[in-house]
Antibody, heavy 113, light 113 residues
Framework: EVQLVESGGGLVQPGGSLRLSCAAS????????MSWVRQAPGKGLEWVAN????????YYVDSVKGRFTISRDNAKNSLYLQMNSLRAEDTAVYYC??????WGQGTLVTVSS | DVVMTQSPLSLPVTLGQPASISCRSS???????????LNWFQQRPGQSPRRLIY???NRDSGVPDRFSGSGSGTDFTLKISRVEAEDVGVYYC??????????FGPGTKVDIK
């Protein structure tokens, strides 16, 4: 059974940092581009970042460039999102997805003082 | 960036009746390889998104055949032949041709009359 399990969300003050993790199982993680997609409360879906199978290419939505870093560890079947300089507008549920095929349950990040 | 629009944004439907959602892109989604990377996602209340359709008209595994996708260029449609109670939720189109960024439509909320 395919599983993507996100963790690391929580409440953080503006300007703070968080690191999200996504543990994958049940499919060949190293064969997939992986992405983070977020959803602000009551809003639609927004693609945040993605990373190539070997980690050699990474892309970001403009609003997070320079603040967020996507990475992966294929030996651990894990995807990460390091989020720095967090803003209130980064408040959202963050989903890990394998290019749309599989999705995790999401982890909530709340940026508030 | 490619802008995705959907109509209607709200769609009350009668059980057993058909439903149709339109999605338009601000530029053609035909990629240089000849494919058109237009996906449809369903998000039931309280759940993660789930892909229903990829490359305009290909149903994902396990998706009921009452769901169908069609279209070309900039105009696309998701049809539900006979709406069932489990189809309630928000439906998003997403383009994967001109990225980064991948872009989603605003979503169409389907509920039962």
């Amino acid at each position: 059974e395919v599983q993507l399990v996100e963790s690391g969300g929580g409440l953080v003050q503006p300007g703070g940092s968080l690191r999200l993790s996504c543990a994958a199982s049940g499919f060949t993680f190293s064969s997939y581009w992986m992405s983070w997609v977020r959803q602000a409360p009551g809003k639609g879906l927004e693609w945040v970042a993605n990373i190539k199978q070997d980690g050699s290419e990474k892309y970001y939505v403009d609003s997070v460039k320079g603040r967020f870093t996507i990475s992966r560890d294929n030996a651990k079947n894990s995807l990460y999102l390091q989020m720095n300089s967090l803003r209130a507008e980064d408040t959202a549920v963050y989903y890990c997805t394998s290019g749309g095929d599989y999705w995790g349950q999401g982890t909530l990040v709340t940026v508030s003082s | 960036d490619v802008v995705m629009t959907q109509s209607p944004l709200s769609l009350p439907v009668t059980l057993g009746q058909p439903a149709s959602i339109s999605c338009r892109s601000s530029q053609s989604l035909v990629y240089s390889d000849g494919n058109t990377y237009l996906n449809w996602f369903q998000q039931r209340p309280g759940q993660s998104p789930r892909r229903l359709i990829y490359k305009v008209s290909n149903r994902d595994s396990g998706v009921p055949d009452r769901f169908s996708g069609s279209g070309s260029g900039t105009d696309f449609t998701l049809k539900i032949s006979r709406v069932e109670a489990e189809d309630v939720g928000v439906y998003y189109c997403m383009q994967g041709t001109h990225w980064p960024p991948f872009t989603f439509g605003p979503g169409t909320k389907v509920d039962i009359k």
